[in-house]
Nanobody, 114 residues
Framework: VQLQASGGGLVQSGGSLRLSCVVS????????MGWYRQAPGKQRERVAR???????NYADSVKGRFTVSRDKAKNTVTLEMSNLKPEDSGLYYC?????????WGQGTQVTVSS
């Protein structure tokens, strides 16, 4: 399983970004995709999760600002981020968790300036 993440960048506080993660194989309803982030000196934290056959779940810090979605036909997960804050800055990773194990994509940098 390979994951290819893209879409990071530099944005001002209050701005928006979209991250995408393409998965190399077909996903099943028992699989789950997630977005995580890691700021310098901090532990990696989960931002959002989306079971391939279920409902989404978000960290409290991003509720109402971030939206995760899936495109089953394209094996793609998208994270729409709006009203970004400087504390949202970090390396963002997508993760696959399913019957084939746990796999991570490469990080994509998100930097929010104040």
């Amino acid at each position: 399983v390979q994951l290819q993440a893209s879409g990071g960048g530099l944005v001002q506080s209050g701005g928006s970004l979209r991250l995408s993660c393409v998965v190399s194989t077909r996903l099943f309803t028992s699989d789950e995709m997630g977005w995580y982030r890691q700021a310098p000196g901090k532990q990696r934290e989960r931002v959002a999760r989306i079971p391939w056959g279920g409902n989404t779940n978000y960290a409290d810090s991003v509720k109402g600002r971030f939206t995760v979605s899936r495109d089953k036909a394209k094996n793609t997960v998208t994270l729409e981020m709006s009203n970004l804050k400087p504390e949202d800055s970090g390396l963002y990773y997508c993760r696959y968790n399913g019957a084939r194990g746990i796999y991570w994509g490469q990080g994509t940098q998100v930097t929010v300036s104040s």
